[in-house]
């Protein structure tokens, strides 16, 4: 397993051909053929895993597709706004038919999302708050924070891009379940500068 701490701005992996660099192609460059599980918005930063291929690959599909890993990521959102102190958002989320490029919560049809969220701090007009998604739609953190009037700072599509340097998102810890090495193996990526406030 290669664990990468990907900055924000980089695509995890290409769109399509026009793409320029993504992390995938750059991980192929410096370790060989390799196989990315999952992926983190272009805008967000953070701890993202990769294989080397092998038996370990069967084992990984196995452990992502029954939501035995857990991540967690930090955010700074917007305030005031409707959350509590901890919660779980429960919607669907399908794609927003007039922009391919956004989710939207749908009432009916779509996918089940699911996120759980603690607040970690609260002062001096600003707020962070810990997200661990249990499902894995399109930009389903930023979607979940926007609902309750929470968007995330730096949102471009959710919210306020002009309200901070970049997307306040950051895939903070990531961990795999005993059964794949024989006990919970976390790996996490350090928090960027732009989260020094934070506790």
Do not use: C
Not at 149 to 160: F, S
């Amino acid at each position: 397993i290669i664990a990468i701490n990907k900055p924000a701005g980089l695509l995890s992996e290409p769109a399509n051909r026009a793409d320029r660099a993504s992390l995938l192609q750059l991980a192929s460059l410096a370790f060989g053929a390799v196989t990315l599980f999952h992926r983190l918005d272009r805008d967000t930063s953070g701890v993202l895993l990769m294989t080397r291929g092998g038996t370990v690959n069967q084992r990984m599909a196995r452990a992502f597709k029954t939501r035995s890993v857990l991540k967690d990521y930090v955010a700074e959102v917007a305030v005031p706004n409707r959350l509590e102190a901890t919660g779980t958002i429960i919607t669907r989320m399908d794609t927003d038919p007039n922009r391919r490029d956004r989710s939207i919560v749908v009432s009916k049809g779509g996918h089940p999302a699911v996120t759980h969220y603690a607040v970690i701090k609260d002062a001096n007009g600003r707020q962070w708050v810990r997200l661990s998604p249990e499902t894995g739609r399109m930009h389903q953190l930023r979607v979940h924070m926007a609902s309750l009037g929470a968007p995330i700072l730096g949102d471009r599509l959710y919210g306020d891009i002009t309200s901070a340097a970049r997307l306040m998102l950051h895939a903070h810890r990531i961990t795999l379940p005993a059964d794949l090495f024989g006990a919970d193996t976390t790996f996490t990526a350090p928090l960027p500068p732009e989260f020094a406030a934070m506790p």
